[in-house]
């Protein structure tokens, strides 16, 4: 398997950054409108925009690499793919677990991002918490 390297995959992370960080300041903006005017609080405006921007990048990211596409938009931009050990394409559940194990990839610095420059397979923290890799090439 020809598997994808750490800065095309970092390439990837920012792309889908971008199209998430927008896509959530126009739901923040709309909770916020039907918040004001229903007479809603502020805490309550950004309590239920954090829980939509947290259900919005799961399944963002959880159906797009359990698709038929096996990648997100950053992904595809990028040709490289989501698949398992064998490089069949993931379940809906392994694609969640490997989206709950960014967040453990995320903590002390990044270090779990950083390890698939430095693994055999090029595999994240999450990669191998989820037994996935990250491919150049649809297989």
């Known amino acids: 398997m020809n598997y994808a390297g750490f800065w095309r995959r970092l390439v990837a992370v920012f792309m889908d950054g971008i199209i998430l960080r927008i896509g959530g300041s126009i739901v923040g903006y709309i909770v916020g409108l039907a918040f004001g005017t229903a007479g809603g609080s502020e805490q309550g405006a950004a309590i239920v925009a954090a829980l939509i921007s947290l259900i919005g990048g799961w399944l963002y990211y959880t159906?797009?690499?359990?698709?038929?596409?096996?990648?997100?938009?950053?992904k595809m931009a990028m040709e490289i793919y989501?698949?398992?050990?064998?490089?069949?394409?993931?379940?809906?559940?392994?694609?969640?677990?490997?989206?709950?194990?960014?967040?453990?990839?995320?903590?002390?610095?990044?270090?779990?991002y950083?390890?698939?420059?430095?693994?055999?397979?090029?595999?994240?923290?999450?990669?191998?918490?989820?037994?996935?890799?990250?491919?150049?090439?649809?297989?």
């Open 82 to 112: 989501v698949t398992d050990l064998n490089g069949d394409r993931i379940s809906f559940g392994r694609a969640t677990g490997r989206y709950f194990g960014k967040i453990l990839s995320s903590l002390i610095f990044f270090i779990g």
């Open 63 to 74: 159906l797009m690499e359990s698709s038929a596409k096996q990648a997100t938009l950053g």
């Open 114 to 139: 950083i390890m698939a420059a430095f693994t055999e397979k090029k595999q994240a923290l999450h990669d191998k918490l989820a037994g996935t890799l990250v491919v150049r090439g649809k297989q």
